[in-house]
Every structure is written in structure tokens, then in C-alpha cells.
């Protein structure tokens, strides 16, 4: 189900020649906040972990639970209808809740 109303300008946000998908805009605000969250959190650990590959690993599924429950990885978010956009970023949430710091 395409979201025709979702421009190419609300896709896609280019930084540097590069292009990168944006947050889901329909997921509520504080989803969106609790999902950046862990995002910051994995990132930070992806920094810290240099030399501990069990730790690398364990920040960098932080990252792709957090990107994906975003929308910014896995299926496009305007090809899904917003109820499964928004049960797979829910799902995100409770499994980083679920991890270890």
C-alpha cells in the first residue's frame, strides 16, 4: 500500500551526495523518541566496543533494532499500511528494552 501523499523530499534526506531514509513520519512522537534513544545508545557503544567484538556486535544490533523500528532500515515505510509500520516499531522497542546495557 503506497503512501502517495509521501514525497520524495519526505523519503529521503540527503546529507553530502548522499541519500538516506527518514524516520517514519507516522509513528507517534514519543515511539519516535524512546526508538532514538537506543539508537544513541548503540551508536555510543559502537564507539566504545573497538576491540571487543562481542561488544561491537552487541552495539551494532541496537543500532539495525533501532534503524528498523525507525523505518530507516528493512521495507520501505510508505509501501506498508501505518498499522505494520507501526507494530514493527513497537516490536523494536520491547526487544532493545529486552537487552542488556
Known sequence: MA???ASDDER???INGRRWR???PSLPAELVAA???HLGRGRSGVRRAQGDPDALAAAR???DL???GLGERGPYWWDEPESE???R???ALAELEGLED
Do not use: E
Open 89 to 91: 516499531a513497537r516490536q
Open 12 to 14: 529521503w534526506l540527503v
Open 35 to 37: 526508538l532514538t534513544s
Open 3 to 5: 503512501d502517495d501523499a
Open 22 to 24: 527518514r524516520t517514519d
Open 85 to 87: 509500520r507501526l507494530h
Open 66 to 68: 533501532a534503524k528498523h
Open 61 to 63: 544490533r541496537r543500532v
